[in-house]
Structures are given as C-alpha cells and as structure tokens.
C-alpha cells in the first residue's frame, strides 16, 4: 500500500477572463514584472512567459514540425488527417508521449529558435543570470483524438530526475560524474545532460520548459503539472521510499500512474496558454501531459536552460560540446558567423 500524501496542500492557479493561466511579459530578465514573475515561479513551481515567440516564428516552427515528422514517415501527411494513424506515427519518436524525435532534433528552425531573445529572458528571470546554455531537446505534436481515440497520448505524471536519489546524496558527486564524463558523439547525450539536477542539500535550481505553438486550450491536452510540489518533493519522496522497488536508485525519468498517487492526479492541473507562450517549470514539479481531446493539434518546442558557469562544465565537456554543435550547425547549413547572433553563440557555448 502506498503512503498517502494527505499533508500536500495544491494552491489554485490564477487564470484570467478567457480561461488561460496568468501569464507575465517581460522587457529585461531584471524589471519589476520579471521579479512579480519570479515570486510566482517560486510559489507555484512555474510560470508562463507571454509573447516568447511571435506569430510568424510560431508558424514557421509548426511547418518545421511537419517536415520533422514527414521525413520520418517518408510521406507527405500534413494536409490529410487520414494518413494520422497509429501505424503511420509509429516512426515519429515517443508516440504515446507525444514527443517527436527518438533523441535530440537538429533542424535549421529549432537551431534558430534556441537563440531567441525573449525565451532568453524568460529563463534569465527565473534563473537569475543572463549567463546560460541552451540545451538541445525535441518538438511535441499531439494528434486531435476526439474523433479518433486510438491517437490519444497517455495522460501521465513524471520526474525527469529520480526523487529518491536527489533525497539521498549528500553532495552533488553522482551528478558531477555523469554530466562532466558527456561526449555528446550520441544524440541521446543531450537528454541525459536534461536529468541530472544534483540533490537536495546542495539545492540547485534546475527550470524546464516548452513553448506552445498555437493556443493551447484545456480540451487540446498537453502540459499539466502539481502546483507547488516542488516544495513538497523531498517530503513526498521520502514518504514513498517503497517505490525505489520499481525504480530504483539511479532511472532518471520517473512515470508513476494514477493507481500509484490519485491524489497528484486529482491535483494536477492543466496550464493553459497562448500561441508564443513559455511554460517554465521548475524540475521539482511533478509534470506531463494529458490527451488531446479536441479537433485541434497540439504543437510545441521543449526547452532547458542552465548556468554556464555550473561546476560540471568542465573546460573538456565544454570543448567536446561546443565542437559537436559546430557539426551539427555545418549539417543544417547554418553559418556560426552570421545566422548565429552574439547572443546565440553566447546560448550555444560556441563564444570566445
């Protein structure tokens, strides 16, 4: 029998007149409502950034995610919700998550995009510093399913950290090993560098994050998290120390179903938003998504940013990185000299 987490109390999220979360627009990662922004992020656990990207920078990332997804299916199915079947999206990445991409995706667009000075300063206001790298994630793309239930995502809650060892450790060696001894020769190399948010005593700030594509309504599914978990985390963790016989120590994504914690699902909240919008989240909070249940898809672009100066960026990881983003960079046609702007180059590790 799992313990019970009557003690967690979820605050209720502001919204405005027209259903979707408060959200903040910020001129500078340091003026007042990037302080008012900040003072939500640290209650709530996240905050939404309006205005991150604009219009035409929305529409032209959601083309990019049908050649994405075209390239892997090998047809075009853009135009024809027909050919959206189970079987057809099979070769597009993590289908029962929504998530397109096996691994890290390396198109011209989500290069560009990872430079973008608002979503910069977004993170910089939660953060703290205008001193980042930008990591190198996927896209989202959920199907419509209310006429076809069979494309539905899982609606699902998860960490991507493990809770138990983030409790457990008394410094942050583990998380030091595992990021400075990165490559970056396999894709995969940049979701590990994503999941590795050090313990609790030390208590680093760790923040996540997406982009909505397109206005992303309650009945389109997507992002939902626990307002406020992250201040119950090493709580919760340690009352659910049993779980550590399904997980383990060291699995760094922890997808836990409703039987498990039907007071987090009960909890969980939607976070509803614009088109060009951020959601940031800080890695403590319980998240995931929930399935479209609209005739609308769902679009989105998935983001981290952290420190340049963390202890684990070493000179060596550092050099390997910024080499592996040079090639990949060359792979898409982008000239370092003059598609990248200073601050780019600066996101990306790639200045000198």
């Known amino acids: 029998m799992m313990a019970s987490t009557t003690k967690f109390q979820s605050p209720v999220i502001p919204r405005d007149s027209d259903g979707f979360v408060k959200s903040f627009t910020l001129s500078s990662y340091n003026c007042p409502e990037a302080t008012e922004a900040r003072t939500f992020f640290e209650k709530y656990g996240f905050v939404v950034i309006a205005n991150v990207y604009t219009p035409e920078q929305c529409n032209d990332t959601i083309s990019d995610i049908w050649n994405v997804i075209e390239s892997f299916v090998r047809q075009p199915v853009r135009n024809d919700e027909q050919l959206w079947t189970p079987e057809i999206w099979s070769r597009t990445g993590i289908v029962h998550e929504g998530i397109i991409g096996g691994a890290s995706l390396w198109t011209r667009q989500i290069l560009l995009n990872r430079q973008t000075p608002a979503l910069h300063t977004a993170f910089a206001s939660v953060l703290g510093t205008e001193n980042l790298l930008v990591n190198q994630d996927r896209y989202g793309m959920f199907r419509p399913a209310k006429k076809h239930p069979e494309r539905s995502t899982t609606t699902n809650l998860h960490l991507d950290m493990n ?41 680093e700030l760790h923040v996540q994050g997406l982009v909505n594509l397109a206005d992303n309504l309650e009945e389109d599914g997507g992002f939902w998290l626990v307002p406020g978990f992250h201040k119950y985390l090493p709580q919760w963790a340690a009352d659910h120390r049993e779980m550590l016989n399904i997980y383990g120590h060291y699995n760094q994504f922890i997808m836990i179903g409703r039987k498990y914690i039907p007071e987090l699902y009960d909890a969980a909240c939607h976070i509803s938003s614009r088109a060009g919008s951020a959601i940031l989240w800080d890695q403590r909070t ?25 202890p684990a ?36 590790g790639l200045a000198t």
């Not at 003059?338 to 180059?345: K, V």
């Open 286 to 310: 319980m998240h995931g998504s929930r399935a479209n249940c609209s005739a609308r898809p769902r679009y989105a672009q998935f983001f981290k940013m952290f420190p340049v100066d963390h």
């Open 163 to 203: 809770p138990w060892l983030y409790i457990d450790d008394d410094d942050n060696s583990h998380q030091l090993e595992i990021l400075s001894k990165l490559r970056y020769k396999s894709d995969i190399d940049w979701i590990t560098e994503n999941n590795e948010p050090g313990c609790a005593k030390v208590g």
């Open 313 to 348: 960026m070493t000179p060596e990881r550092a050099e390997k990185r910024s080499k592996a983003i040079m090639v990949k960079l060359q792979a898409v046609n982008i000239d370092p000299e003059t598609d990248i702007t200073p601050l780019g180059r600066k996101l990306f």
